[in-house]
Nanobody
C-alpha cells in the first residue's frame, strides 16, 4: 500500500522560502520516480519538479532557479525547497510517485498521489 503524506504548506509572503516534505511508504526499489505537481485555482495540475532514482532532476521553466527538489532515501522523504516565491506560485502542491526510471513532469504519468498541501503566497 503506497502512502504519500505532504507537509510544510501554509501562507507565505512573496519572496519567502518554505520547504515542503513528503513522507513516502510502500514504494521502494531501484526504479522510482518522484515529483511535485501543483494545481492553482481554476487551472489544471502541472508538473513542477521531479527526481529519479539516480537523483537526476527536471524542473518546469516557471520554477527553474527558484525551486529545488531533493530526497533523503534513508528517511523515505521527498523535499521541495521553494525560494523567491511569487503570488503565481499559489497552489495546492501534490507529492506523486511512480515506478519508473526517469524523472518526469507529466502529471498523467504518475500512479500514486498524496492528498496535497496548500501554499498561498501573498504580496
Amino acid at each position: 500500500h503506497v502512502q504519500l503524506v505532504e507537509s510544510g504548506g501554509g501562507s507565505v509572503q512573496a519572496g519567502g522560502s518554505p520547504r515542503l516534505s513528503c513522507a513516502a511508504s510502500g514504494i521502494t526499489g531501484r526504479s522510482v520516480c518522484m515529483g511535485w505537481i501543483r494545481q492553482a485555482p481554476g487551472k489544471e495540475r502541472e508538473g513542477v519538479a521531479s527526481v529519479d532514482s539516480d537523483s537526476k532532476t527536471r524542473y518546469a521553466d516557471s520554477v527553474k532557479g527558484r525551486f529545488t527538489i531533493s530526497k533523503d532515501n534513508a528517511k523515505n522523504t521527498l523535499y521541495l525547497q521553494m525560494n523567491s516565491l511569487k503570488p503565481e506560485d499559489t497552489a495546492t502542491y501534490y507529492c506523486a510517485a511512480d515506478p519508473s526510471l526517469w524523472a518526469k513532469l507529466d502529471r498523467h504519468e504518475y500512479n500514486y498521489w498524496g492528498q496535497g498541501t496548500q501554499v498561498t503566497v501573498s504580496t
